[in-house]
């Protein structure tokens, strides 16, 4: 498919964790795609985002004249697109706990979400660890350890990830792997084996991944007055 075949449109790299997931699958599975950011918390962020989407929220993945809102649906889409890129497991049990990881992360997690809001740039330590964020964030380091134990580590290819090869379950945490980061997150206190640090360090050195990094740099560099 030509680069012109998918637009995305995102809010700010620092911040917006749900245009993070999609981005960062399309990117690490060398998708092409054009790149329209939208600068959240300004007073015509909803105006300029309905010139894209009509749910007034991104991200949003605009292709033959349609447009994909919702960051599940537009990876599930481009696995769907892309089956050579192996974006779900090929097993069908890990590819059903794949889709059953990504969905948690999708509808759950809100006292985590809500407390820890992603800041890819910032340090925060200490804040915001409630006893229900902890309590989240307890559930996300078991989470990936069965994945990376029972999945990941006994794939024929394992590259460290979730179910060994990226996958759009490692995409839709991609962002929690920064909160733990930005907020200091004892993660051995919440059950860590070195398991969660170490799917971390796979996270965080991916190409891609650094890549939204350095977005992020440029973008806050621009705001700051001369």
Known sequence: MAQQEFELV???????????RPWLLMRQAGIPFVETSIRLRQTDTKEQILAHSPTGYV????WRDAVIGDSLAICETIADLYPAKKLWP????????A???AAEMHSGFQNLRREMPMAVLEKHPGEGQTEEALADARRVVSLWRECRVRFGRQAAEDQGFLFGLFSV???MYAPVVTRFLTYDVDL?????DGTARTYMDAI???????DWVRGAEIEEA?????
């Open 90 to 97: 090929a097993d069908p049990l890990a590819r059903a706990m």
């Open 59 to 62: 991200p949003a993945l605009k």
């Open 10 to 20: 995102i809010g700010d790299k620092n911040w917006s964790s749900w245009s993070l």
């Open 222 to 226: 621009a705001k700051s007055p001369v």
């Open 99 to 101: 889709r059953s990881a």
């Open 204 to 210: 965080m050195t991916l190409p891609a991944m650094q």
């Open 188 to 192: 051995a206190a919440l059950g860590d």
């Open 169 to 171: 379950a490692d995409a």
